[in-house]
Protein backbone atom coordinates (compact mmCIF):
# COMPACT_ATOMS: atom_id res chain seq x y z
CA UNK A 1 0.00 0.00 0.00
CA UNK A 2 1.14 3.72 -0.36
CA UNK A 3 2.14 5.63 2.52
CA UNK A 4 -0.57 9.05 2.39
CA UNK A 5 0.62 11.07 5.57
CA UNK A 6 4.34 12.74 4.24
CA UNK A 7 2.97 13.06 0.92
CA UNK A 8 -0.60 14.46 1.49
CA UNK A 9 0.22 15.89 5.10
CA UNK A 10 -3.08 14.99 6.81
CA UNK A 11 -5.54 12.74 4.36
CA UNK A 12 -9.00 14.27 3.88
CA UNK A 13 -12.03 12.04 4.89
CA UNK A 14 -12.74 10.86 1.57
CA UNK A 15 -8.71 10.03 1.19
CA UNK A 16 -9.22 7.91 4.54
CA UNK A 17 -12.10 6.68 3.15
CA UNK A 18 -10.66 4.94 0.57
CA UNK A 19 -7.53 3.41 2.84
CA UNK A 20 -10.46 1.34 4.71
CA UNK A 21 -12.78 0.79 1.60
CA UNK A 22 -10.30 -2.28 0.62
CA UNK A 23 -10.45 -3.77 4.22
CA UNK A 24 -14.43 -4.08 4.46
CA UNK A 25 -14.29 -5.25 0.66
CA UNK A 26 -12.41 -8.29 1.75
CA UNK A 27 -14.23 -8.86 4.53
CA UNK A 28 -17.50 -8.71 2.28
CA UNK A 29 -16.23 -11.05 -0.17
CA UNK A 30 -15.78 -13.42 2.86
CA UNK A 31 -19.37 -13.24 3.48
CA UNK A 32 -20.39 -13.75 -0.19
CA UNK A 33 -18.22 -16.42 -0.46
CA UNK A 34 -20.14 -17.88 2.40
CA UNK A 35 -23.50 -17.04 1.16
CA UNK A 36 -22.67 -18.68 -2.50
CA UNK A 37 -21.74 -21.84 -0.84
CA UNK A 38 -18.18 -21.52 -1.45
CA UNK A 39 -16.96 -21.31 2.08
CA UNK A 40 -18.86 -23.74 4.51
CA UNK A 41 -18.85 -23.60 8.94
CA UNK A 42 -16.17 -25.90 8.64
CA UNK A 43 -13.77 -23.78 6.59
CA UNK A 44 -14.38 -21.20 8.88
CA UNK A 45 -12.88 -22.92 11.32
CA UNK A 46 -10.27 -24.66 9.32
CA UNK A 47 -9.78 -20.57 8.28
CA UNK A 48 -9.04 -19.40 11.62
CA UNK A 49 -6.83 -21.81 12.66
CA UNK A 50 -4.55 -21.69 9.87
CA UNK A 51 -4.08 -17.57 10.33
CA UNK A 52 -3.80 -17.63 14.29
CA UNK A 53 -1.40 -20.40 14.15
CA UNK A 54 0.82 -20.11 11.03
CA UNK A 55 -0.20 -16.68 9.39
CA UNK A 56 -0.49 -14.23 11.65
CA UNK A 57 2.77 -15.46 13.81
CA UNK A 58 4.55 -15.11 10.62
CA UNK A 59 3.06 -11.57 10.04
CA UNK A 60 4.19 -10.87 13.44
CA UNK A 61 7.86 -12.32 12.86
CA UNK A 62 8.28 -10.45 9.87
CA UNK A 63 7.68 -7.09 11.13
CA UNK A 64 9.22 -7.65 14.33
CA UNK A 65 12.19 -8.85 13.65
CA UNK A 66 14.70 -6.44 13.34
CA UNK A 67 12.23 -3.45 13.30
CA UNK A 68 14.44 -0.23 13.94
CA UNK A 69 11.87 0.92 16.26
CA UNK A 70 11.91 -1.61 18.25
CA UNK A 71 15.23 -0.31 19.07
CA UNK A 72 13.90 2.47 21.72
CA UNK A 73 13.03 0.76 24.84
CA UNK A 74 9.77 3.02 25.53
CA UNK A 75 8.31 0.75 22.15
CA UNK A 76 8.98 -2.34 24.18
CA UNK A 77 7.40 -1.36 27.34
CA UNK A 78 4.98 1.09 27.15
CA UNK A 79 2.54 -0.71 24.04
CA UNK A 80 1.68 -3.90 25.71
CA UNK A 81 0.95 -1.79 28.81
CA UNK A 82 -1.12 0.65 26.90
CA UNK A 83 -2.69 -2.47 24.76
CA UNK A 84 -3.71 -4.15 28.09
CA UNK A 85 -5.24 -0.63 29.61
CA UNK A 86 -6.89 0.57 27.09
CA UNK A 87 -8.35 -2.59 26.78
CA UNK A 88 -9.09 -4.00 30.08
CA UNK A 89 -10.19 -0.47 31.00
CA UNK A 90 -12.72 -0.71 28.40
CA UNK A 91 -14.12 -3.83 29.58
CA UNK A 92 -14.74 -2.81 32.57
CA UNK A 93 -15.89 0.71 32.03
CA UNK A 94 -18.43 -0.65 29.43
CA UNK A 95 -19.26 -2.78 32.58
CA UNK A 96 -20.17 -0.03 34.63
CA UNK A 97 -21.72 2.16 32.29
CA UNK A 98 -24.08 -1.27 30.86
CA UNK A 99 -25.33 -1.32 34.57
CA UNK A 100 -26.53 2.10 34.69
CA UNK A 101 -27.99 1.86 30.83
CA UNK A 102 -30.19 -1.05 32.64
CA UNK A 103 -28.15 -4.35 31.47
CA UNK A 104 -27.73 -6.81 33.74
CA UNK A 105 -26.10 -10.23 34.56
CA UNK A 106 -28.20 -13.04 32.62
CA UNK A 107 -29.67 -10.40 30.47
CA UNK A 108 -26.47 -8.93 28.26
CA UNK A 109 -24.05 -7.29 30.78
CA UNK A 110 -21.47 -9.24 30.58
CA UNK A 111 -21.38 -9.79 26.93
CA UNK A 112 -22.40 -6.01 26.20
CA UNK A 113 -18.85 -5.13 28.34
CA UNK A 114 -17.04 -7.71 27.15
CA UNK A 115 -17.73 -6.84 23.13
CA UNK A 116 -17.95 -3.15 23.55
CA UNK A 117 -14.71 -3.12 25.26
CA UNK A 118 -12.50 -5.75 22.69
CA UNK A 119 -11.75 -2.79 20.17
CA UNK A 120 -10.72 -4.65 16.25
CA UNK A 121 -6.67 -4.38 17.32
CA UNK A 122 -5.29 -6.36 14.36
CA UNK A 123 -6.97 -6.77 11.01
CA UNK A 124 -8.44 -3.30 10.36
CA UNK A 125 -5.65 -1.72 12.30
CA UNK A 126 -2.55 -3.00 10.16
CA UNK A 127 -3.17 -2.33 6.81
CA UNK A 128 -3.82 1.12 7.95
CA UNK A 129 -0.93 1.69 10.27
CA UNK A 130 0.65 0.25 6.57
CA UNK A 131 -0.81 2.92 4.83
CA UNK A 132 -0.42 5.71 7.27
CA UNK A 133 3.03 5.37 8.65
CA UNK A 134 4.40 2.61 7.08
CA UNK A 135 5.83 -1.07 8.13
CA UNK A 136 7.61 0.32 11.13
CA UNK A 137 4.58 1.23 12.84
CA UNK A 138 3.30 -2.31 12.47
CA UNK A 139 5.72 -3.47 14.79
CA UNK A 140 5.14 -0.91 17.37
CA UNK A 141 1.24 -2.08 17.10
CA UNK A 142 2.55 -6.19 16.97
CA UNK A 143 3.81 -5.76 20.44
CA UNK A 144 0.47 -3.91 21.35
CA UNK A 145 -1.37 -6.22 21.18
CA UNK A 146 0.52 -8.74 23.62
CA UNK A 147 -1.30 -6.49 25.99
CA UNK A 148 -4.47 -6.89 24.18
CA UNK A 149 -4.04 -10.92 24.17
CA UNK A 150 -3.93 -11.18 28.08
CA UNK A 151 -6.53 -8.23 28.43
CA UNK A 152 -9.00 -10.60 26.53
CA UNK A 153 -7.72 -13.91 28.05
CA UNK A 154 -7.19 -13.07 31.93
CA UNK A 155 -10.35 -9.16 32.69
CA UNK A 156 -12.49 -10.08 29.50
CA UNK A 157 -12.64 -14.13 30.18
CA UNK A 158 -12.91 -13.56 33.92
CA UNK A 159 -15.64 -10.87 33.16
CA UNK A 160 -18.02 -12.80 30.48
CA UNK A 161 -17.95 -16.38 32.18
CA UNK A 162 -16.12 -15.87 35.64
CA UNK A 163 -13.43 -18.47 35.24
CA UNK A 164 -10.59 -18.46 37.30
CA UNK A 165 -7.36 -16.39 36.67
CA UNK A 166 -5.62 -19.91 35.91
CA UNK A 167 -7.58 -20.66 33.15
CA UNK A 168 -7.55 -16.83 31.26
CA UNK A 169 -3.61 -17.36 31.41
CA UNK A 170 -3.54 -20.94 29.75
CA UNK A 171 -4.63 -19.28 26.43
CA UNK A 172 -1.53 -16.87 26.32
CA UNK A 173 0.01 -19.69 25.03
CA UNK A 174 -0.47 -19.37 21.60
CA UNK A 175 1.25 -18.96 18.05
CA UNK A 176 1.05 -15.06 18.36
CA UNK A 177 2.98 -14.65 21.39
CA UNK A 178 5.25 -17.39 21.06
CA UNK A 179 5.83 -15.89 17.46
CA UNK A 180 6.65 -12.34 19.10
CA UNK A 181 8.76 -14.18 22.08
CA UNK A 182 10.91 -15.89 18.78
CA UNK A 183 11.43 -12.55 16.75
CA UNK A 184 12.26 -10.45 20.32
CA UNK A 185 15.21 -12.78 20.98
CA UNK A 186 16.05 -12.85 17.18
CA UNK A 187 16.32 -9.25 18.02
CA UNK A 188 18.94 -9.79 20.88
CA UNK A 189 21.16 -12.23 18.46
CA UNK A 190 21.10 -10.15 15.66
CA UNK A 191 19.59 -13.01 13.94
CA UNK A 192 17.86 -10.57 11.10
CA UNK A 193 21.35 -10.13 9.42
CA UNK A 194 22.09 -14.20 9.21
CA UNK A 195 18.57 -15.56 8.35
CA UNK A 196 18.79 -17.32 4.87
CA UNK A 197 16.83 -15.13 2.13
CA UNK A 198 14.71 -18.30 1.34
CA UNK A 199 13.93 -18.51 5.24
CA UNK A 200 13.11 -14.86 5.26
CA UNK A 201 11.07 -15.06 1.87
CA UNK A 202 9.07 -18.00 3.44
CA UNK A 203 8.18 -15.92 6.24
CA UNK A 204 7.19 -12.95 4.53
CA UNK A 205 5.13 -15.05 1.58
CA UNK A 206 3.52 -16.35 4.97
CA UNK A 207 3.09 -13.17 5.96
CA UNK A 208 1.52 -11.14 3.36
CA UNK A 209 -0.93 -13.79 3.39
CA UNK A 210 -2.58 -13.27 6.99
CA UNK A 211 -4.23 -9.84 6.46
CA UNK A 212 -6.66 -11.06 3.33
CA UNK A 213 -7.43 -14.07 4.44
CA UNK A 214 -8.28 -13.14 7.95
CA UNK A 215 -10.45 -10.79 6.40
CA UNK A 216 -12.43 -12.73 4.46
CA UNK A 217 -12.54 -15.83 7.15
CA UNK A 218 -14.02 -12.70 9.24
CA UNK A 219 -16.35 -11.69 6.49
CA UNK A 220 -17.38 -15.62 6.14
CA UNK A 221 -18.08 -16.08 10.21
CA UNK A 222 -20.27 -12.95 9.89
CA UNK A 223 -22.49 -14.26 6.84
CA UNK A 224 -24.48 -16.00 9.49
CA UNK A 225 -25.64 -13.44 11.35
CA UNK A 226 -26.34 -11.63 8.46
CA UNK A 227 -29.08 -13.73 7.30
CA UNK A 228 -31.11 -12.41 10.06
CA UNK A 229 -30.95 -8.90 9.28
CA UNK A 230 -33.85 -8.10 12.02
CA UNK A 231 -31.78 -9.81 14.96
CA UNK A 232 -28.76 -7.25 13.78
CA UNK A 233 -30.17 -4.34 15.43
CA UNK A 234 -31.48 -3.56 19.01
CA UNK A 235 -32.85 -0.16 19.96
CA UNK A 236 -30.85 -0.89 23.99
CA UNK A 237 -27.73 -2.57 22.42
CA UNK A 238 -26.84 -1.07 19.48
CA UNK A 239 -26.75 2.88 20.21
CA UNK A 240 -25.25 1.98 23.42
CA UNK A 241 -22.07 0.55 21.70
CA UNK A 242 -21.98 2.41 18.93
CA UNK A 243 -22.08 5.68 21.76
CA UNK A 244 -19.00 3.68 23.71
CA UNK A 245 -17.36 2.35 21.16
CA UNK A 246 -17.36 5.17 18.70
CA UNK A 247 -17.57 8.06 20.57
CA UNK A 248 -16.30 8.12 24.61
CA UNK A 249 -13.79 5.70 24.05
CA UNK A 250 -12.29 7.25 21.30
CA UNK A 251 -11.82 10.62 22.64
CA UNK A 252 -10.12 9.13 25.86
CA UNK A 253 -7.65 7.33 24.03
CA UNK A 254 -6.57 10.23 22.09
CA UNK A 255 -6.65 12.11 25.20
CA UNK A 256 -4.25 9.56 26.52
CA UNK A 257 -1.72 9.28 23.41
CA UNK A 258 -1.47 13.29 23.82
CA UNK A 259 -0.33 13.00 27.79
CA UNK A 260 1.79 9.83 27.96
CA UNK A 261 5.40 9.72 28.03
CA UNK A 262 5.17 6.89 25.02
CA UNK A 263 7.07 7.34 21.28
CA UNK A 264 5.12 9.05 18.20
CA UNK A 265 4.68 5.36 17.04
CA UNK A 266 2.70 4.34 19.75
CA UNK A 267 0.36 7.74 19.65
CA UNK A 268 0.05 6.71 16.21
CA UNK A 269 -0.79 3.04 17.45
CA UNK A 270 -3.36 4.58 19.65
CA UNK A 271 -4.45 6.88 17.19
CA UNK A 272 -5.60 4.00 14.83
CA UNK A 273 -7.21 2.21 17.60
CA UNK A 274 -9.22 5.47 18.82
CA UNK A 275 -11.19 4.84 15.55
CA UNK A 276 -11.81 1.08 15.41
CA UNK A 277 -14.94 -0.45 15.60
CA UNK A 278 -15.33 -3.70 18.00
CA UNK A 279 -13.40 -6.58 17.26
CA UNK A 280 -14.97 -9.68 15.79
CA UNK A 281 -13.36 -12.15 18.51
CA UNK A 282 -16.12 -11.25 21.56
CA UNK A 283 -18.24 -13.67 19.15
CA UNK A 284 -16.37 -16.17 19.09
CA UNK A 285 -15.57 -16.34 22.92
CA UNK A 286 -19.12 -15.54 24.04
CA UNK A 287 -20.33 -18.80 22.16
CA UNK A 288 -17.26 -20.86 23.72
CA UNK A 289 -17.62 -19.27 27.09
CA UNK A 290 -21.80 -19.41 27.81
CA UNK A 291 -22.19 -15.67 26.93
CA UNK A 292 -25.12 -14.07 24.20
CA UNK A 293 -23.18 -14.41 21.32
CA UNK A 294 -26.44 -12.42 19.74
CA UNK A 295 -25.46 -9.36 22.08
CA UNK A 296 -21.77 -9.30 20.60
CA UNK A 297 -23.17 -9.93 17.19
CA UNK A 298 -25.29 -6.40 17.55
CA UNK A 299 -22.23 -4.92 18.68
CA UNK A 300 -19.96 -5.79 16.48
CA UNK A 301 -22.29 -5.39 12.84
CA UNK A 302 -23.56 -2.04 14.88
CA UNK A 303 -20.22 -0.73 15.55
CA UNK A 304 -18.66 -1.81 12.15
CA UNK A 305 -21.36 -0.47 10.34
CA UNK A 306 -21.69 3.17 11.34
CA UNK A 307 -17.58 2.57 12.10
CA UNK A 308 -17.52 2.94 7.80
CA UNK A 309 -18.50 6.79 8.58
CA UNK A 310 -16.63 7.03 12.01
CA UNK A 311 -13.30 5.36 11.07
CA UNK A 312 -12.01 8.18 8.62
CA UNK A 313 -13.19 11.04 10.88
CA UNK A 314 -11.99 9.76 14.29
CA UNK A 315 -8.31 9.10 12.12
CA UNK A 316 -8.29 12.52 10.59
CA UNK A 317 -9.09 14.36 14.11
CA UNK A 318 -6.25 12.38 15.23
CA UNK A 319 -3.84 13.04 12.66
CA UNK A 320 -4.43 16.62 13.42
CA UNK A 321 -4.38 16.24 17.11
CA UNK A 322 -1.03 14.13 17.69
CA UNK A 323 0.69 14.66 14.40
Known sequence: MTRVVGVLGVPTYFELLALIAPIFALIAIGSVARYAGWLTAESDASLLKLVVNVLYPALIFKNVLGNPALADPRNVFWPPLVGFGTMAGGILLAWWIGRGLGFSKGKGLRTFAFAVGIFNYGYIPIPLMQSLFG???????????????????????????????????????????????????GNVMGLDAVMPAAVDTTIGMAAACAIPIGLIAIGSTLSESLRRPAQLFSARVTPAACALRLVLFPAIFLGLAKVLPISLELKRVMMVEAAMPAGVIPILIARHYGGKPLTAVQVVIGTTAVGLIAIPLWLRIGLAWIG
Open 135 to 185: PESIGVLLVHNVGCEVAIWTVGVLVLSGLSLRDGWKRLVSGPVIALLAAGA
